[in-house]
């Protein structure tokens, strides 16, 4: 099979690996040209996940029209607040018989759309013609061959399973789902989480806190999902649950960096400043909780983040208030 990978991000880089692994033909684009020549000549990401050494199969390339002429199937990682411009690039040469795996998580700051939404209004894709990869899957354990697992969520669940085939193996397991709203909505919002996870760490709490956190985090996202059509049983599954784990308590989660380092006393500014990668939850965030309030659902935990985040509040008295709130049942906000 032919494959396409948008963003030769540190993810962009694993799926194009894990997609030459399975013996397909794998081109992949990067937007900076040093990244192409790197992985061209020497198999490897200068810029990004650059202890990793990359399959020899793979292309690399800057040309955005190459990129999108070479295969039907588009794996799609480059980050959703830049995916919008680069898929207007791409509208005038989209094929009727493309199919798109987006692996991209978040929500668009401006729109408060998400992936397939953006594609839709953008590219012009047709709905049945888009998917969503998503899971507990960090991009250095996926080259290395880690055993891992993700959930491959269509629209057209007649595509699922010949995508399952090609793109599964002994390192990654992918799982079919028909609940595509869940699975974009869980990869997106685990990453609030995961900041309020790093903020705990970086105040020098313990494993209660990050326990009642990852419960209670776990419990609002799925609330809003759920408001937004998703299905509840995705955000206990691997693009929920298992996702959130992994990036809640991990040192390898761009997000968890982000909050440690915010409950250790720097900037949000300072620490942006000194990433080259993105880290989805610091714009999801903010979306989430305007999300939440136009439909009137309640997320204290989100609200907190958005204010800490926006620099309205400080991560200790952020918790503070959050401990203080009204006593509820278990099964309230």
Known sequence: MRISVFGAGSWGCALAHQMARRGHD???????????????????????????????????????EAAAAHADVWIWVVPV??????MNRLAPVLRDEV??????????????????????????????????????TFAIEVVRGDPSAAVLACRDMGRAPSL???????????YAGSDLIGVELAGALKNVVAIAAGIIDGLGLGANTQAALMTRGLHEITRLGVALGAEADTFRGLAGMGDLVLTSTSGLSRNRQVGKRLGQGETLEEILGSMREVAEGVKTT???????????????????????????????????????????LETQL
């Open 99 to 136: 199919v798109l795996v987006s692996a991209s998580k978040g929500i668009e700051t401006d729109s408060l759309k998400r992936m397939d939404e953006i594609a839709g209004e953008a590219l012009g894709l047709l709905p049945e013609r888009f998917c969503c990869l998503s899971g507990p």
């Open 164 to 174: 399952q085939e090609e793109f599964s193996d002994r390192h990654l397991r992918c």
């Open 81 to 86: 607040q830049f995916s919008r411009r680069v």
């Open 26 to 64: 794998v081109l992949l684009w990067a937007f900076e040209p040093e990244v192409a020549a790197g992985i061209n000549a020497d198999h490897r990401n200068p810029v990004f996940l650059t202890d990793a050494e990359l399959h020899p199969g793979i292309r690399a390339t800057n040309d955005l």
């Open 286 to 328: 903010p979306a989430a909780a305007q999300l939440a309030a136009n439909l009137g659902i309640e997320m204290p935990i989100t609200e907190a983040m958005t204010a800490i985040l926006g620099g309205r509040i400080a991560p200790a008295e952020a918790l503070r208030m959050l401990m203080t709130r009204q006593l509820k």
